[in-house]
């Protein structure tokens, strides 16, 4: 679906594939349904605090975890 999508999900596989949400909330201090909603691309907004966080984290800048997507993605 075209938008604005989050991209963690992937960045975690890479970092380490038995990084758990939970674990990854408890690292970065921060609330684990805000880090769930956010793996899980159910986030309306990016809270700038979590996004600082994951960057440091990651090692990433933003556009590493939200990316945007401007026509459906299909099978080729």
Known sequence: MPGVHSN????MREKDPTLSIRQLAKEIDYHF???????????VQYPRDLIWRLCKYF????????VV????????
């Open 69 to 76: 997507k401007f026509e459906e993605e299909t099978d080729k």
């Open 33 to 43: 349904d805000s880090v769930r909603k956010m793996y899980k691309d159910e986030m």
């Open 59 to 66: 090692d990433v800048s933003p556009g590493q975890f939200i």
């Open 8 to 11: 963690l999900k992937e960045l």
